[in-house]
């Protein structure tokens, strides 16, 4: 089965999506890989949506030119598009904030809003399995308990991340066959953030141990979701 079969049979059995065909979705694209294979796949399986972008004024000229890109994106795939300018450094220092928290507040505030004054029935993120590994050893590395190692959840009201039953090799492997363009944010390479840092440098050791590291952790946030599901039915 195709990745973006795969997509669409997750989306109803991991994310509760009744009849994707007959929904319509808001997609959060930032221009990087991930999120171009994302707008891709929706276009691929046929799918109702539109595209929104944030430009949160952090990276001067490459910011616009994101923002260029993905209405460039839209256009091509030939559904809505949507952008918002944010001062998210004004908004942090205001809020006593980090820059990654206003940025997130931001996003999702906006997000929401254009849900109910758009008509979109869904929020999708391009959050993939390996985002989920690193959150889960993030949340490890400050300690946790059971709820904090399930990585990142599949659905969270209408906010919904069918990507997460690939890893970031798979979704690559999608964009380099497909010969996609995207854009590559220079703060990735960054290793003062801690996502970064583990995705550059904890990562990359695992897999020598593990080459499968993908398929292995997911089965291991799949066991604990059945085990914190069991203790609540317990409980």
Request: overall charge negative; charged content about 20%.
């Amino acid at each position: 089965m195709n990745l973006a079969q795969r997509m669409l049979d997750g989306m109803v059995t991991a994310c509760g999506v009744d009849h994707p065909k007959q929904q319509r979705f808001l997609l959060g694209v930032s221009g990087g890989r991930d999120s171009v294979v994302m707008a891709h796949l929706f276009a691929e399986q046929e799918l109702s949506f539109g595209i929104c972008h944030c430009n949160f004024q952090l990276r001067g000229k490459a910011a616009e030119e994101d923002a260029q890109f993905v209405k460039a994106l839209a256009a091509q795939l030939n559904c809505s598009f949507h952008l918002a300018v944010f001062d998210t450094q004004k908004v942090a220092k205001e809020d006593s904030v980090s820059i990654q928290m206003a940025a997130r507040r931001l996003r999702y505030e906006w997000f929401e809003s254009l849900q109910n004054t758009e008509g979109y029935d869904y929020i999708v993120t391009a959050h993939h399995l390996t985002d989920a590994i690193e959150t889960q050893l993030h949340h490890l590395a400050r300690g946790t308990g059971l709820k904090g190692l399930l990585g990142i959840p599949s659905s969270n009201g209408r906010v919904i991340r069918p990507l997460l039953l690939a890893g970031s090799a798979e979704l690559a492997g999608y964009q380099d066959v497909h010969g996609l363009a995207f854009r590559e944010d220079s703060s990735n390479a960054e290793t003062k953030y801690t996502r970064n840092f583990i995705r550059h440098h904890i990562l990359p050791p695992f897999r020598e141990l593990n080459p499968r590291l993908e398929v292995t952790f997911g089965e291991n946030m799949q066991r604990l979701k059945e085990s914190a599901w069991l203790m609540d039915q317990m409980l």
